[in-house]
């Protein structure tokens, strides 16, 4: 079994390309490379107004893909999340269904509509908001079996939301900027 990286065996070869010497891949690791979610998305927060300590974060990727989740600083993970549920009223966010380039089928959803309850260890509930307008692709079915993952960056996203195009930039605007967001925090 090998234990170490002394235990492999590899012996760096010299190549060309088209007569251009092809960089060697053994020194190009970077120890401290971004995330996936630093490189690729723009953090947005939405605080809820007389509930502070309820914000949630909005994950906004070029292509208009919105990871809803709750932000770090959320009250449910400090009592402890204990389960969450995609059955809000009449409906059941896991029963969505989407099909094609454009999503078609999938639920519309005002940027109040309740995505999930999350249930806490002291039974307190709270809803997850869309914070998005547009239609919802997917739920994360994931976090109903593991609610700890909900912690996790990237991951632990409630749902996927898709805004129209013309509805972005007012949803940028709406929205608190990772910045404006830490220093609300401070005050």
């Not at 094609?100 to 509930?125: E, F, H, P, W, Y």
């Amino acid at each position: 079994m090998l234990t170490s990286l002394e235990d492999y065996w590899y012996e760096e070869e010299s190549q060309e390309i088209r007569g251009v010497k092809v960089p060697s891949i053994v020194n190009d690791f970077i120890e401290n490379q971004p995330s996936i979610v630093e490189r690729f998305y723009t953090k947005l927060y939405n605080v809820p107004a007389n509930k502070s300590d309820e914000p949630q974060q909005i994950l906004f990727h070029s292509n208009r893909i919105c990871l809803v989740g709750l932000a770090k600083e959320h009250v449910a993970f400090k009592k402890g999340i204990r389960s969450v549920s995609f059955e809000v009223g009449k409906f059941d966010r896991s029963e969505n269904k989407v099909s094609g380039r454009k999503k078609s089928g999938g639920m519309i959803l005002q940027a109040d509509s309740t995505l999930a309850l999350v249930t806490c260890v002291d039974d307190s509930v709270y809803k997850v908001r869309s914070c998005v307008q547009g239609k919802l692709v997917e739920v994360n079915d994931r976090i109903v079996d593991k609610p700890d993952m909900m912690g996790l960056s990237g991951e632990g996203y409630v749902a996927i939301v898709m805004p129209k195009p013309e509805h972005c930039d007012a949803l940028k605007e709406r929205l608190l900027s990772e910045e404006a967001y830490h220093k609300m925090r401070e005050n």
